[in-house]
């Protein structure tokens, strides 16, 4: 239950945090990114309360995360850290609970490899927002 109701609250401040951080992008494209990827972690947000509730848990209240002027660099920055310190310590969570609930053990491996890909696409919008590593990636390529 704990492990859930973890990833609750990580699902829920990851879905405000690129919501927060969308508008402020330099391109709009990047903007579209964040906005899908905050729709598919509603989605996991939403499967992971229904577990909870399956459980007879309940959900877990939510801090109100405080909101910070930065370059649309930085916000891709953060964004990736968390989501790179959330996942590693997803497969540990999994692996402890994968005897006990096999059920939610999958679908906490299914979150964690869509969650691959986001971390992908923040990599990617970062590296192509970053002048410095655009011209270092143009003259070796």
Known sequence: MEILRQRYVE???AIDRFKKHSPKMRYPQFSEKLLRIAA???I???GIAEKIFALGGKLPELAEQRSTDESSWRYLQMDLAEE???ADRLPGQIWRIEADHPD???????IFEAE??????LNDMLMRSD???QAVASSVG
């Open 11 to 13: 699902e829920m401040q």
């Open 40 to 42: 598919d972690k509603n």
């Open 44 to 46: 996991h947000a939403e």
């Open 84 to 86: 790179n310190r959330c």
């Open 104 to 110: 939610i053990s999958k679908f906490l491996q299914g």
């Open 116 to 121: 691959k890909g986001y971390r992908r696409e």
């Open 131 to 133: 002048g410095f590593a």
